[in-house]
């Protein structure tokens, strides 16, 4: 099976004129594919249940089908846990002492701290009185807000569990079918930037995202996810996969490479006595097609790849979209503030992380760029709102 094998198949049950689809999930040790088609109950009694199934193409060509039959498996609901239990528990347990703490804040976090709080930003640092160590730890472990500028906010925070950095980023640039367009940020109170992208549908859309130095941690591979959602009461069909495509500065943009991604949750009907009755995430784990995850803000997320913070921090835009994505002069604000030791005299402190420290006045940027592109050449990309790129240690 090549790169875009997207076998699925379509069909109906009992009947029905509603039609659904399914995409195959990883191969059986014995060889065969898993189609599921629908979830139910032991009703106790004999059920006739009748499939009719439409064979699809796949990239274009007809495809058989071998059916071995159908198979019933129990689900094992597997409830997430809770990681603020977890976290809490854990911290619960850090003694008071500066060094305790110091294991569980970044050697920055006074930067992150000072440019989050616009009182602070009023005098200079030599005059600010930073918090305690365990109340800076308590501020940033729930997230701040930090303004990069005018419409253009960053969420920060740091994991609870070991104090290691965590942040959201809205796109920079965006481009329909190569061509750039003037960025339209929508001010929004469910987002944690405070501001949304609608993206319109097109060929192909592009999203760049400028990441200042100082905000991964050393010696950590974080993982990158597209934050979005469709907008309310529009429904994503389930021809709507794309293919995403992150850039690392080796793809030709002319080549159909790229992740399929269901951009909705696909719904597996639950057959009850009386027919369908409702719609949960299928119990399969789809091979081909990636799924998107519902966050507890409501918000869904797609895993765009897992890189060191190294690699993250390495990557370049390829020269080949140097037309389409051009930095003019930076919108970041001329503010410096060094990684103030522990002393509080404002002399750059000689931790680990020192040389990786943050501020609004970066010198180093790397350039992450998303395209994401229709499955099929006769249809465009569907209409979603993006709050933006999300890096957490993984």
Known sequence: MEEYDDYSLSYKLNYSSESYISYRSKMEDDGWWMFELFQTINFKRTVDCNVTVRMLKSRGDPWSLLIEGIKFLPIQKFEDEDEDEVENSEVNNLTTSNTEWDNHLPCDYKNFIYYSNKEMTKKPQRDVIFPTKEEAYSVLSRGVLINISYEVNMWFWISKLNGKKCFMLPPASLSYNKKLIKLKRILSKESRIENELHLLPSEVVGMRFEVPDGLFTPNTTYGCYLVYKTPQGLFLTNTSVVKLKLDDGSVVLGQRH????????????????????????????????????????????????????????????????????????????????????????????????????????????????????PLYSDIRTPKIIVQGVEFRPV
Do not use: A
Request: hydrophobic share 25%; net charge positive.
């Open 258 to 373: 790229g992740k399929l991604t269901y951009l909705s949750i696909p719904q597996s009907p639950v057959i009850g006595p009386h027919g369908p009755c409702g719609s949960p995430s299928p119990m399969n784990k789809l091979k081909t097609v990636q799924l998107p995850r519902r966050r507890k803000d409501g918000w869904l997320e797609v895993n765009l790849g897992n890189k060191s913070h190294i690699q993250w921090m390495n990557m370049h835009q390829h020269e080949q979209f140097d037309h389409s994505f051009q930095r003019g002069k930076s919108k970041w604000k001329s503010w410096f503030l060094p990684c103030i030791s522990d002393d509080g005299s404002g002399h750059v402190s000689n931790n680990r992380d020192t040389d990786n420290s943050f501020s609004l006045d970066p010198q180093y940027f790397s350039d992450i760029t998303i395209y994401m592109r």
